[in-house]
């Protein structure tokens, strides 16, 4: 386990589905995360659902005792609205991007919240990275990033294949 309010010294990794994590992967990276609704072992964190809606929280409670009877120690948390479920569960939260960290004062009060450590914003530059930085901060260096999230499926609202278009309506 990782003591509290210390850094993993290796990097840590997300994966959609545990057939996509290759056998190195879990020598290299300090961490695998997993969907809460994919989650199995070897890996040891979760990822929750950036939002869930109050029909869902029963079972989401119940995929959390399940992750963790299996072995998860650790969530991969973007919403704050989900930190205190983590913790009552006893897993390890860390900050994800979706918490948008910008600056010193939300940092620590994710930290003080009792996040084990904190995701800087992707949006911030080179400088305000080095300015946040702290044994207590990680970024996103490689892969893909959520382009929205959206509470209802745009496309099937509504009935288009095409809905977001550019200024040439293309």
């Given at each position: 386990l990782q003591a509290p309010g210390t850094r993993a010294e290796k990097p840590t990794a997300r994966f959609a589905s545990p057939e996509r994590i290759p056998a190195e992967a879990y020598t290299y990276f300090a961490h695998l995360y997993l969907p809460l609704d994919r989650y199995a072992p070897p890996a040891d964190g979760v990822v929750l659902p950036a939002v869930i809606f109050d029909s869902e929280r029963a079972a989401v409670r119940k995929a959390l005792r399940e992750a963790v009877m299996q072995g998860a120690t650790h969530a991969l948390v973007g919403n704050v609205g989900h930190l205190s479920l983590c913790l009552a569960h006893g897993l390890t939260v860390h900050g994800d991007y979706g918490w948008n960290v910008t600056n010193p004062a939300a940092r620590d009060w994710f930290l003080e919240q009792g996040a084990c450590d904190v995701t800087l914003s992707f949006e911030l530059n080179g400088a305000q990275i080095r300015d946040l930085t702290t044994e207590?901060?990680?970024?996103?260096?490689?892969?893909?990033?959520?382009?929205?999230?959206?509470?209802?499926?745009?496309?099937k609202t509504h009935h288009k294949d095409e809905i977001l278009t550019d200024r040439k309506e293309k």
């Amino acid at each position: 386990l990782q003591a509290p309010g210390t850094r993993a010294e290796k990097p840590t990794a997300r994966f959609a589905s545990p057939e996509r994590i290759p056998a190195e992967a879990y020598t290299y990276f300090a961490h695998l995360y997993l969907p809460l609704d994919r989650y199995a072992p070897p890996a040891d964190g979760v990822v929750l659902p950036a939002v869930i809606f109050d029909s869902e929280r029963a079972a989401v409670r119940k995929a959390l005792r399940e992750a963790v009877m299996q072995g998860a120690t650790h969530a991969l948390v973007g919403n704050v609205g989900h930190l205190s479920l983590c913790l009552a569960h006893g897993l390890t939260v860390h900050g994800d991007y979706g918490w948008n960290v910008t600056n010193p004062a939300a940092r620590d009060w994710f930290l003080e919240q009792g996040a084990c450590d904190v995701t800087l914003s992707f949006e911030l530059n080179g400088a305000q990275i080095r300015d946040l930085t702290t044994e207590r901060t990680g970024m996103i260096v490689y892969g893909r990033l959520p382009f929205m999230i959206f509470r209802n499926c745009l496309k099937k609202t509504h009935h288009k294949d095409e809905i977001l278009t550019d200024r040439k309506e293309k």
